[in-house]
């Protein structure tokens, strides 16, 4: 039998990470994800030395987001870019900042880059579209999991149904996060960073004039969104401070996004890879108004 008959099934058209993941404001959450990865001091190590997030911050963002996208919408792609990222991992070892050795593929290191994005999804969900209800959560979690599985991720290695992962997460919080360096970097409004240098010719000239001033307002609206929209025990847990005149920010400015995200035309509510995708799936049924206000 073929690796590709073997492959892991990635999640099913018209599931809820179809609905979700390819969604444009799946991309104000993912801060949030990638910086309780880093706070695991393994991870942390590991990205502050080999990834080149500081160097090169929009072309690792879009190879980082290509690659989610290939997983969930990317048929039988999926388990290639599963094999692809293995791969890429194999040589990522060092030490952490408390003297541990550590490989990027050591199973529990490897589970918790993907376990974050389950808690994150759920409580950016409270904010940017309507709270799942417990079906759907359970959904996808086990959407989540096979997800997993095209990484390479063993079914011993992720808590299998939802009721496991709540105490294994309150483990890693409690016994494992901290504020490392790549933390403080991704919540930091005064680090240097260059203008994008993709998209037409006349939009990044304008975007090299106006990046001085345009840099501080993002980085202090990244900050704000990377810690809002993690979840609270999480950002507790790493020592990010949040308010309460922040918490109703964000519960205003959620507002805004659900009343205007719902009423786009799929072009422009959709990634290009979802859109695709989902242009090619009709579904049996309405869809589920997971992001309706």
């Known amino acids: 039998m073929s690796n590709r008959r073997q492959a892991p099934e990635p999640p099913p058209p018209g599931g809820i990470l179809w609905d979700i993941a390819g969604d444009v404001r799946a991309l104000l959450a993912l801060p949030a ?8 001091p393994a991870v942390g190590a590991g990205v502050d030395l ?3 997030f500081r160097t090169d911050p929009w072309g ?6 290509r690659s989610l996208q290939t997983w969930v919408y990317g048929g039988e792609s999926a ?17 952490d900042a408390h003297g541990r050795d550590y490989h990027a593929l050591t199973p529990a290191y490897y589970a918790w880059v993907h376990a974050t994005g389950f808690p994150v999804y759920r409580h950016a969900q409270k904010y940017l579209g309507r709270p799942f209800t417990e079906a759907q959560e359970r959904q996808l979690y086990a959407e989540w999991l096979q997800v997993g599985r095209i990484l390479g991720i063993h079914d011993r290695d992720m808590p299998q149904t939802v009721e496991e992962f709540w105490p294994y997460y309150a483990k890693v919080l409690a016994d494992e996060l901290e504020e490392t360096e790549v933390v403080r970097d991704l919540v930091a409004t005064d680090r240097p960073l260059p203008p994008p240098d993709r998209g037409p010719y ?18 202090r609206f990244r900050r704000f969104l990377t810690i809002g929209l993690m979840p609270p025990d999480a950002r ?19 507002r805004v996004v659900r009343m205007v995200v719902p009423r786009l ?9 979802a859109r695709r995708a989902r242009s090619h799936h009709v579904p049996p049924a309405p869809a589920l108004p997971l992001h309706r206000g």
Request: with cysteine.
């Open 265 to 273: 035309p799929e072009r422009l509510r959709y990634l290009p890879q």
């Open 50 to 52: 080999y990834s080149v």
């Open 33 to 40: 994800a990638l910086t309780m990865q880093v706070a695991h």
């Open 236 to 254: 507790s847990a790493i020592g990010l401070p949040w308010t309460a005149v922040q918490e109703r920010r964000l519960c205003r400015f959620g």
């Open 79 to 95: 388990a290639d870019e599963g094999r692809r990222l293995r791969a890429l991992h194999k040589r990522i070892r060092g030490t």
């Open 60 to 65: 690792r963002g879009e190879r980082s987001l």
């Open 202 to 219: 006349p939009v990044r000239v304008a975007l090299r004039a106006l990046w001085p001033l345009l840099l501080p307002l993002l980085a």
